[in-house]
């Protein structure tokens, strides 16, 4: 998994991170499987935004974060865990749900996370994930303003590669609205170039004229910036 140093973690609050306002269709479509009294590990957690959505939407629910970069723990404000989806630091037969946001394309070794999260999972669990997979990403606004960052998905897993990958069955794959921005304007204020697998494909000159071209737009569209990712929900093979 992807390690952040401390000035990218800083960018990533500010370029990544979305108001729970913004995630309210996420709340939504993950309230079937945050159920009271359930525990769920929040993997890759980063700065914290998951945990912090999921103790304010769902607050009969256990919270473990498990995070591998020290800047994203230290930036996050909150008690997260050290660990990877390798080398997770929980018991076996301890969480009900996995979530992970943004994080699948990070995994170097799916068979090792897979492994690693079915000893952790209680029978009858799930994985749930929040991503942009290589097959599916024309939900995402930014490709229309920087073009050549869609080459940046050629390292980023299908859906069928995550699934098998990790040794799990798909039981729901939906995309799922989310307000990203408040408008193209403060879209622009929001871009950080360090804090983006997608936009640090893109050399200086490809960023410079996606930055120009999302600016020009921003003047004359108003509204909010409304993205697409996938929730994409895994259970064991031969599960009901």
């Given amino acids: 998994m992807t390690r952040y140093d401390t000035v990218e973690a800083a960018s990533y609050r500010v370029a990544r991170e979305i108001p729970l306002s913004g995630l309210s269709s996420w709340r939504t479509a993950l309230a079937p499987y945050l159920l009271p009294g359930r525990t769920v590990l929040d993997l890759g957690a980063g700065t914290g935004l998951f945990v912090r959505a999921f103790r304010d939407w769902f607050p009969a629910v256990r919270v473990v974060a498990v995070e591998p970069a020290e800047a994203m723990r230290a930036a996050s404000g909150l008690d997260v865990l050290t ?12 969480v009900d749900v996995v979530w992970m946001s943004t994080v699948v394309h990070h995994i170097p070794d799916l068979a090792a996370a897979g492994a690693e ?6 029978p009858g669990g799930r994985v749930v994930l929040r991503s942009l997979f290589r097959d599916r990403h024309t939900g ?8 050549e960052a869609v080459r940046a998905l050629a390292g980023f897993p299908t859906v069928a590669e995550v699934a098998d990958g990790l040794g799990f069955a798909v039981e729901r794959l939906q ?7 408040e408008s193209l304007r403060a879209k622009v204020h929001t871009l950080r170039w360090e804090a983006d697998t997608v ?16 600016t020009a737009a921003a003047l004359q569209e108003d509204g909010p910036v409304i993205d697409h990712l996938d929730l994409l929900v895994l259970k064991t093979v031969g599960a009901v």
């Fill in 117 to 122: 999260l079915r000893r952790v999972l209680r």
């Fill in 140 to 147: 995402i606004g930014l490709f229309r303003f920087f073009p």
């Fill in 83 to 94: 660990g990877a989806a390798d080398a997770i630091p929980l018991p076996d037969d301890s």
């Fill in 175 to 181: 995309p799922v609205p989310q307000v990203t921005a």
């Fill in 199 to 214: 936009l640090r494909s893109l050399s200086r000159q490809e960023y410079d004229r996606g930055v120009a071209a999302l």
